[in-house]
């Protein structure tokens, strides 16, 4: 899971913790809290895993802990694109790589970022030991290995 960490990372670039956010501008403000809300649809859709995972008693639940992952991953993929698209090449946009200030938050903030998903990871293990128990004779369990691949593929690839 390497590279969905890497492919995470690479996107939470534009945002910032909320008291590291406050010293900047109002417009650079909104540009960090749009990407924001996206990546809480992402940091949730964990959340429930987890938690799912944890108290699933067998194949079916883990079925559905699984494709309630990808629903949310995949509607934080594409809500994170709209949002791209939108601020694209716009000088709110550009404004946060310029500000030495701005560079500074974000390089914090993508540390605490890669703290969280490397604490996501036993979550992602978790859910591979599942699969593995389950996946012998199971093609539900087949299909959503499938698709959690595809979508941590997905999530991988987002960019700015």
């Given at each position: 899971?390497k590279?969905?960490r890497?492919?995470?990372?690479?996107?939470l670039?534009?945002?910032?913790?909320?008291?590291?956010a406050?010293?900047?501008d109002?417009?650079?403000?909104?540009?960090?809290?749009?990407?924001?809300?996206?990546?809480?649809?992402y940091?949730?859709?964990?959340?429930?895993l987890q938690a799912?995972?944890?108290?699933?008693?067998?194949e079916?639940?883990v079925?559905?802990?699984a494709?309630?992952?990808?629903?949310d991953?995949n509607r934080?993929?594409?809500?994170?694109?709209?949002?791209?698209?939108?601020?694209?090449?716009t000088?709110?946009?550009?404004?946060?790589?310029?500000?030495?200030?701005?560079?500074r938050?974000?390089?914090?903030?993508?540390?605490?970022?890669?703290?969280h998903?490397?604490?996501?990871?036993?979550?992602?293990d978790?859910?591979i030991?599942q699969?593995t128990?389950y996946?012998?004779?199971?093609?539900s369990?087949r299909?959503?290995?499938?698709?959690?691949?595809?979508?941590?593929?997905?999530?991988?690839?987002?960019?700015?």
């Open positions: 899971m590279w969905f890497s492919g995470v990372v690479c996107a670039v534009l945002l910032l913790s909320a008291s590291l406050q010293a900047l109002q417009s650079r403000q909104q540009v960090i809290d749009a990407f924001r809300a996206k990546f809480d649809i940091i949730s859709a964990l959340q429930e799912a995972l944890s108290t699933a008693r067998s079916a639940d079925v559905k802990a494709d309630r992952f990808c629903d991953a934080f993929v594409d809500e994170f694109n709209a949002t791209r698209e939108y601020y694209q090449d000088e709110q946009l550009k404004s946060l790589t310029a500000d030495p200030e701005a560079r938050a974000v390089e914090d903030f993508v540390n605490g970022v890669q703290k998903i490397e604490d996501a990871q036993g979550t992602f978790n859910l030991r699969i128990k996946q012998q004779n199971s093609s369990i299909r959503v290995r499938d698709r959690v691949a595809a979508t941590c593929r997905r999530v991988q690839l987002i960019n700015f």
